[in-house]
């Protein structure tokens, strides 16, 4: 057999029927679901008189609107109320396992999946939401689906895909103090546009991605779809299976191991070719921080606001203009110069223990700027939380004028009360800044954790690396 | 599916790049729980000044483009969310077809369930049609799928390229979980020789 990529092995092991000239018909080993995209889906399923074929492999949570404090009581959001209302329905009459509101296990689905062990190397996994990317990091072929799609995988368990094209994104070297999983993906995303993954599935490797926790490499992988790829991957490796381990439904003693010989053989071959390769030097990054409003436009903490005269492409000169505009910011405005009114630590991509034990280390024994309206901590699951609590991070939040909450999206995407307020510049953990995206008129820089605790106690964007350094792994 | 053929209609331009879906339905619609009624709210925040009033400075408000059903837009359009109310608004709309030099991957998957042609085409011939429009009050297109082509009036004609099986599907309306289902076969026997994957194993020490 000639050598295979990581998502070339995958892909093959998936494929049900194949015929010249059509999509392929690939196999869904698990399914994710959650209240915002899922309800239409049982709507039609029901309509064509189908049924769900695969509840034990379909697992549903809520997520995306629920509320992150005083969860004990009545929900006001009528619109959301009726989401979860029908996810509920759902699965209690499609037999799905329901992560609701209630549950010790709720949490963002890219965040609650890993967690529990649904999530595993070589698996294909597909979930109505762009950021299931995140689940690749695993050394899975994860991506995000519509809602027709997620109405074919409840009645199939299979999808129609064309097979897409693959990318190496090699991150050479060692990433400084200060520069974080957050900031390599940034910093990728600035090198090759929004745009530049559209119609292939990324395959991260090189040595500062094989010195990333799971948490730092489900950060980066979360990350793909704003770079345009559908997907992206890590090989497993002893990261990855010493983090899989003991998780509820990971197999145990001896089949676990069968299980590790298995996912060992996943790595890409020596000499497999892909079709595009894109190299970054993590030894002379800087962290990163957005200045418009794509994940796209971001600079080094060290830069200032770019001027969109300066540009060559005209699209790229407007957009740029626009983005201003939009952000209330001057070109050459140097970012640690911004000021910023909130910050939010969380999301699908930045919500993990690790993530929250960084920014707890940076911000122990301070307290938030004065001039801050909020600064709110929003743990990606009640897992994530019930750890940080054991460990204290909680009142160390607390102490330093955060506001500590429940887990879910929260303020990433603004479906739960949790919304920036227009006019009001955040310091955000989360994935996307696009126009409106925290909150109509809000503005959106996207930064590390530690970049974001950093702003919160500075009351503007600062360079980490020149704070307390010990703190900042 | 409604399928689609060919389609003549006015158009609309749209002159930005990377138009996301959360600009196309923002967070708060996204609680509904039906696909129809989008077209209401599609660019709500541009469309909408407080109160729901009409944005004058928006395209969509512009009195010429009132019944437009060809959308002409820039490259990377769809990018973001995966949410398919965007092609729900667009089609609740009334838009058919979907002009630009390249699409988000999800967003033009989503199109092609929801009965709207996404149309690519060279940024050079997408330029000519934005001053084409610019140009001619009242410009109609004629997107040609049998054909693969874009035409107008006067005779410009822009051939286009599509995958012959989504140009099958769309052509014909076809229900895509109805042609898988008659692979109902090839799945089973999927399902049984590959235990590792389409096997749920069961949790320990676990509870809700």
């Known amino acids: 057999m000639p050598p295979r990529t990581l998502f070339e092995k995958i892909w093959e092991a998936h494929v049900v029927h194949e015929s010249p000239g059509e999509p392929a018909l690939i196999y869904i080993d698990r399914h994710l679901i959650h209240e915002g995209t899922s309800p239409q889906a049982f709507s039609g399923l029901k309509v064509a008189g189908r049924t769900v074929r695969r509840p034990d492999l379909t697992f549903a949570v809520m997520d995306h609107s629920v509320p992150t404090k005083d969860r004990g009581l009545p929900i006001l959001d009528s619109d959301a109320k009726s989401q979860f209302d029908a996810l509920e329905r759902n699965c209690r009459e499609s037999g799905v396992h329901l992560f609701n509101m209630e549950s010790r296990n709720q949490g963002i689905v890219h965040v609650i999946g890993p967690e529990l062990g649904i999530t595993q190397p070589g698996q294909t996994i597909v979930c109505g939401d762009s950021h299931t990317s995140t689940h690749g990091a695993f050394g899975a072929l994860a991506f995000g689906i519509g809602t027709s799609e997620v109405e074919h995988v409840l009645a199939t368990q299979c999808l129609s895909q064309f097979k897409s094209k693959t990318t190496q994104v090699k991150v050479n070297g060692k990433r400084p103090h200060g520069v974080t999983a957050k900031d390599i993906i940034l910093a990728i995303i600035g090198k090759i546009g929004i745009a530049g993954g559209n119609g292939h599935v990324f395959e991260y490797c090189g040595e500062a991605i094989r010195g990333l926790s799971m948490e730092g490499r489900m950060t980066i992988c979360n990350m793909s779809i704003e770079g345009g790829a559908r997907a992206g991957m890590v090989a497993p490796d002893e990261t990855t299976f010493a983090y899989m381990e003991g998780r509820a439904f990971v197999p145990r003693g001896r089949e676990f191991r069968d299980a590790v010989d298995r996912w060992k053989a996943l790595a890409t071959d020596d000499g497999a070719t892909y079709d595009e390769t894109v190299q970054l030097d993590a030894a002379s990054l800087a962290p990163q921080v957005t200045w418009g409003t794509n994940p796209g436009m971001v600079t080094s903490v060290t830069g200032r606001v770019p001027d969109p005269d300066a540009m060559r492409d005209p699209d790229e000169q407007k957009a740029a203009r626009r983005a201003l505009e939009y952000m209330a910011l001057k070109p050459g405005t140097a970012l640690v110069d911004i000021p910023v009114d909130r910050v939010f630590i969380g999301s699908c991509t930045n919500s993990r223990i690790d993530d929250l034990r960084a920014a707890a280390r940076l911000v122990t024994g301070k307290h938030i700027a004065r001039s801050l309206k909020g600064a709110l901590v929003v743990p990606g699951s009640r897992v994530v939380k019930v750890e940080a609590e054991a460990e204290g991070l909680d009142q160390i939040f607390r102490d330093a004028g955060f506001e500590w909450r429940d887990a879910g999206c929260s303020m990433c995407i603004g479906m739960n009360p949790d919304v920036l307020p227009a006019g009001e510049r955040c310091a955000s953990t989360s994935n996307r800044n696009f126009e409106g995206r925290q909150g109509k008129g809000g503005r959106t820089h996207l930064v590390s954790p530690v970049m974001a605790a950093a702003a919160a106690l500075a009351g503007h964007f600062v360079d980490v690396r020149e704070m307390n350094v010990d703190a900042v792994e | ?208």
């Open chain 2, 1 to 208: 599916m409604q399928p689609y053929s060919t389609h003549t209609g006015l158009v609309l331009p749209l002159d930005r790049v990377n138009v996301d879906t959360d600009q196309m339905v923002p967070k708060q619609f996204l609680k509904w729980l039906t696909r129809e009624g989008y077209g209401r709210v599609l660019f709500y925040d541009w469309r909408y000044l407080p109160g729901e009033k009409p944005n004058p400075e928006f395209v969509l408000n512009f009195p010429k483009y009132k019944g437009a059903s060809v959308l002409l837009a820039r490259a990377n359009f769809g990018c973001g969310s995966s949410r398919e109310h965007a092609p729900w608004a667009i089609a609740d709309y009334g838009f058919r077809a979907i002009i630009a030099p390249s699409y988000a991957d999800i967003f033009y998957n989503n199109c092609f369930k929801n009965g709207i042609l996404p149309v690519t085409l060279p940024e050079t011939q997408v330029e000519a049609l934005f001053q084409a429009e610019a140009a001619t009050p009242g410009y109609q297109l004629t997107v040609d799928l049998p054909n693969q082509a874009v035409t107008d009036a006067k005779g410009l004609r822009f051939p286009f390229e599509v995958d012959p099986f989504r140009k099958h599907v769309l052509l014909e309306g076809l229900d895509d979980i109805g042609l898988t289902l008659k692979h109902e076969t090839d799945i089973t026997a999927f399902e049984q020789s590959h235990p590792e994957t389409a096997t749920m194993y069961d949790p320990v020490d676990f509870s809700k």
